[in-house]
């Protein structure tokens, strides 16, 4: 049972936006940043957002984060066959003193 | 360009410890404000948080795990080390070495650089 949760599945069709929710409490998203990652069997993990909303470099403007109270989301738009992925996002929780993740995602595009 | 690559045995055995290590290249393990962190993915389960440590010996570590993990730093190697004590199935996963970005005020921000994963199954 992961700390903050997440729809095991989304699925839209190419050209599309979807958006996938990360549900927390105030000991976790509630007080502290939000990441998110792209993990895709047999690649290395991919950061995709880091502190709510900020992209690394190299990072498409497809990819969008927000967070509201204890809650974030993760857009992408103008959805790719390439993006069908697992998505996970993470946060620190404050109460225990370490790092929180989704239980992920599945992106399908179809 | 940092690139990370974690290494060790595909199998141990129940009660054993698993070891791995995670070798930096591309930039040094004495970075600040950098730590180094263990994720692992259990077959078919989420990322799970074991641990993280810095080139200073400080750590962070899972609630749940704290009392069989151990994490090392090697500057000289440039490398980092996980030690998982008395493993059961449970602890097959794969394992991933990643940089952990330390905020201000004592927390973790965010996996910024992973390697790519090595599975280690428990199993006699």
């Given at each position: 049972q992961s700390v903050l949760t997440q729809p095991p599945s989304v699925s839209a069709a190419p050209g599309q936006k979807v958006t996938i929710s990360c549900s927390g409490s105030s000991s976790n998203i509630g007080s502290n940043f939000v990441s998110w990652y792209q993990l895709l069997p047999g690649t290395v993990p991919k950061l995709l957002i880091?502190?709510?909303?900020?992209?690394?470099?190299?990072?498409?403007?497809?990819?969008?984060?927000?967070?509201?109270?204890t809650s974030a989301t993760l857009d992408i738009t103008?959805?790719?066959t390439g993006d069908e992925a697992n998505y996970y996002?993470?946060?620190?929780?404050?109460?225990?003193?370490?790092?929180?993740?989704?239980?992920?995602?599945?992106?399908t595009v179809v | 360009q940092l690139r990370l690559q974690e290494s060790g045995p595909g199998a141990v055995r129940p009660s054993e410890t698993l070891s791995l290590t995670c070798t930096v290249s591309g930039g040094a393990v004495t970075s600040d404000p950098y730590y180094w962190g263990w994720i692992r993915q259990p077959p078919g389960k989420g990322l799970e948080f074991i641990g993280s440590i810095n080139f200073r010996g400080t750590t962070y570590d899972s609630p749940s795990l704290r009392r069989r993990v151990s994490m090392s730093v090697d500057t000289s190697k440039n490398q980092f080390s996980l030690h998982v004590y008395s493993v059961t199935p449970a602890d097959t996963?794969?394992?991933?070495?990643?940089?952990?970005?330390?905020g201000p005020g004592w927390y973790l921000?965010?996996?910024d650089h992973w390697g790519l994963g090595t599975l280690v199954t428990v199993s006699s």
């Open positions: 880091y502190d709510n909303n900020k992209r690394p470099s190299g990072i498409p403007d497809r990819f969008s984060g927000s967070k509201s109270d103008g959805l790719q996002c993470g946060t620190w929780e404050t109460s225990l003193s370490f790092v929180v993740f989704g239980g992920g995602t599945k992106l | 996963a794969v394992y991933y070495c990643a940089r952990v970005f330390e921000g965010y996996f």
